[in-house]
């Protein structure tokens, strides 16, 4: 059916999105082929256009507008985003904001559960003297993140890693270190993660467009620490002294991740950053001096 700007926006806010003023213009922009001024100029007009009309009737599903469009920016970086991903958010953005603030020169980074990609290649594309491997259980997904760093540019600096953080992570990523850098001790200059941090009791409860996400990148276990009970325990052994260790955390998370932090030997001096909304979003820690 054709649509107009004015009648998708009633569509997808009748559907309870948001921000349906700015999805009805992504959407007619990327599905019938029109620029925003051309839109704006003639809001009235309709577009009879089936590809349009098949993504409205995806999006009106709840199926996220950006696996709907294929491609999400984030960093001011384009990242193609599948149901292989979870979508790169805004809140993590501090993240690589803090990273990029305390990776020394000619780092060695990790980044562990990558997903997109876009933390790494984010870091990788402000940092072209750092080398990051990248750790990521699913192949689909480890691809996804190759081609995010391909198409950036970065390629040649971002090392897959597939393994599972829960069980071989750290001997995966310090067999990758001695591949690459042999004469090198294999440890990391910065290891950062977002990890997955939804008690699994909530994951279902949560909105619709997070159904169409993979679960595993949500579900953080019982009490939502599972991932970061086992960086904590296991992956300070591949952290040098004194580097640094950046998680993105759950808004509500901060006091157990300070709790965990003390109760898990070789960690110190925790801090936690706050996003743009107030909420605890990356915690903070040192590897202390053994």
């Not at 001024?37 to 199926?63: K, M």
């Not at 402000?126 to 993140?145: I, K, Y």
Request: net charge negative.
């Amino acid at each position: 059916m054709p649509w107009s700007y004015h009648s998708l926006k009633a569509a997808l806010s009748g559907a309870g999105i948001e921000e349906a003023s700015d999805e009805a213009a992504l959407l007619i922009e990327r599905f019938a082929g029109v620029d925003r001024a051309t839109l704006i100029c003639d809001r009235r007009r309709e577009y009879d256009a089936p590809d349009l009309d098949e993504a409205v009737r995806e999006r009106l599903s709840h199926r996220p507008l950006q696996y709907i469009l294929g491609e999400w920016y984030f960093f001011g970086l384009p990242f193609r985003v599948t149901e292989d991903c979870l979508i790169p958010r805004p809140d993590t953005e501090v993240l690589v904001e803090q990273a990029l603030a305390v990776i020394p020169p000619d780092a060695r980074v990790a980044d562990l559960c990558t997903g997109s990609g876009c933390i790494a290649v984010s870091v990788l594309h402000s940092r072209p003297d750092v080398t990051c491997h990248a750790l990521e259980l699913f192949p689909d997904t480890l691809r996804l993140a190759a081609a995010n760093a391909e198409s950036n540019g970065v390629a040649d600096r971002f090392v897959p890693v597939r393994a599972d953080l829960l069980d071989d992570g750290p001997d995966a990523l310090r067999t990758s270190l001695l591949q690459r850098t042999p004469d090198a001790p294999p440890l990391f200059d910065v290891i950062l993660s977002n990890p997955p941090y939804i008690p699994c009791a909530e994951v279902d409860g949560l909105a619709p467009e997070l159904a169409f996400e993979p679960r595993a990148a949500l579900d953080g276990g019982e009490d939502g620490l599972t991932f970061y009970r086992a960086i904590l325990r296991d992956y300070r052994t591949l952290l040098r002294d004194g580097g640094t260790l950046l998680l993105e955390i759950g808004a509500d998370q901060a006091a157990d991740l300070e709790r965990l932090s003390t109760f898990f030997p070789g960690w110190t001096d925790f801090s936690c950053l706050r996003d743009l909304g107030g909420h605890d979003r990356v915690v903070v820690l040192r590897a202390a001096q053994t």
